[in-house]
Every structure is written in C-alpha cells, then in structure tokens.
C-alpha cells in the first residue's frame, strides 16, 4: 500500500454519464496483486472534502492503472473535469482479489454500474492468458454500455428498457444463457440489489460464486469502521462484533457469497 501523487493521463466519456481514467501510478503498480483490489482518492484537499473516494482498478497496463466512474455527486463532477497532467493524490493498492476455488470452472463475471470495473478487469486478465470467460454486464439502457452484445464471444448484455442484449436484469440474461455451461463459478459485483439476486441465483442452481461488494469508505484502512457488512454467523458470542461484521476495506471487497448478508 502506497500513497503516491499520480499523473492523469487520458480522462474520458464512454458512455451516457461514466468515465474512464487512466492514472501513471508506478508504485501502485508495483504492488498490484489482481483484479478486485481497489484505490482510495482524494479529489480535493480541503475541509469541505477531506475524505477519500473508493475506485475499482479497472485495468492495469505498464504503469497505468485505469478506473470506471459515474458522476453520483459534487467530488465526481470535479474528477471528470480533470485533464491529462492534473495530479491526483491516491492511496492503494487495498482490498483482496478475485481468486478461482473451482479447478477448470468457466468464470461467469457478471457486472453491473459501476461495478463492472473490477469484473472488466478480470475479463481482461483471463483473455489475456488464453482462458475461456463468460462475461454478463447490465444497465439501465444502451447508451450506459460501451460494449457490444456478442454471444458468439461470450458477452451478453442486458438492459432494463430492452434496447441492447436480453431486456430485463443480468439474472434474466443469466437465465436465458447459462443452462448452456457446465463447471461455472460466478464472480459479481455491483450494487446492492443486483449482488443479492445473484447470492440468492447462485444458491438456486448451486453455483460457487464470490463477490465483489460495494461499500461507502472513509479511511479505506479499517479506521473509521464506515464499510461494515453482516456476517451470517449464528453462534457468535454475544458481544463478538469481528464474528458478526466484517470490514470491506480490509476483509474483501472479493467473499465467498456465502460468507456475508447483502441486504
């Protein structure tokens, strides 16, 4: 883990309201382990805005390091209208990755918002070394996708209004094409409610899945205790709170499905 003030090299729009940015971070690099692991950036330095902003690696090339981001609030805007040469102030790399428990499986990497980060990431990692993946991405419509609908290459989108891909969720694309593999494990991550049909799909058709879980964080560190997520552990003590919670920023984001509550 570093903290390094990084040069931006490229900042741009993708797609309807997201950004891609690619960062020149060398010593955060050097200590980059895998897809899931993350960064925490400090857009600006101020008492208005003194907390860091948590960013999925979207991609790692030499000594660039890209992220995916949609303009939620104040402090997004502003990192939008950052240009080549701009500095950013980066703590990282944090967080666990995405590792395979399943011998020979065929990942199914389903994404969704800007959760599709670390699952791209991955995507790329696995085509990179020859290795067959099944990619699933969902949005809202087409115009929040920069990818194609591609079957025959192992990429189905799908979109709630029906205008790319399957209509619907990425559990309806999940459905209509997975029957067709067998040895899957499934690795997700987006928001709330998406990451919780795909627990409750993957317990369904007993699947091995592990995700990537989403989580506001101040610190990025375990300090502020801002990330916690339930454990489904039953025979904690009573005032045990490590049994019963866990810690996104230093715990995951990557668990096993069945190791934490989404709710």
């Not at 609030?73 to 395979?100: A, C, H, Q, W």
């Not at 610190?219 to 019963?244: A, D, F, L, M, T």
């Amino acid at each position: 883990m570093k903290i390094e003030i990084s040069t931006i090299t490229d900042n741009k729009l993708i797609a309807h309201n997201i950004w891609k940015m690619k960062i020149d971070a060398p010593s955060i690099v050097k200590q980059y382990l895998g897809a899931g692991q993350f960064i925490q950036i400090l857009v600006e330095s101020s008492w208005s805005s003194p907390l860091r902003r948590p960013m999925s690696i979207a991609s790692v090339n030499n000594n660039e390091i890209s992220i995916i981001y949609k303009i939620f609030g104040e402090m997004t805007r502003i990192l939008s209208e950052k240009v080549p040469g701009d500095k950013l102030d980066i703590l990282g790399p944090l967080g666990n990755t995405f590792v395979s428990d399943k011998k020979n499986a065929i990942p199914v990497m389903v994404g969704g918002g800007v959760g599709l980060a670390p699952i791209l990431n991955m995507h790329n990692e696995y085509l990179s070394q020859n290795n067959n993946a099944i990619l699933i991405l969902g949005a809202r419509s087409a115009d929040e996708h920069f990818l194609q609908h591609d079957p025959d290459n192992g990429i189905y989108l799908s979109t709630d209004d029906g205008s790319a891909g399957v209509k619907g969720t990425v559990i309806n694309a999940m459905d209509k094409y997975l029957d067709n593999f067998e040895n899957i494990e499934i690795f997700s991550c987006g928001p709330e409610p998406m990451l919780k049909a795909v627990q409750q799909y993957a317990i369904n058709k007993k699947i091995p899945a592990k995700i990537s879980v989403e989580s506001y964080m101040g610190c990025g560190i375990g300090i502020c205790q801002g990330c916690v997520v339930e454990r489904p552990n039953n025979n904690q003590s009573q005032n045990s709170y490590h049994e019963k919670y866990s810690l996104v920023c230093i715990d995951g984001p990557v668990y096993k499905s069945e190791e934490v509550i989404i709710v």
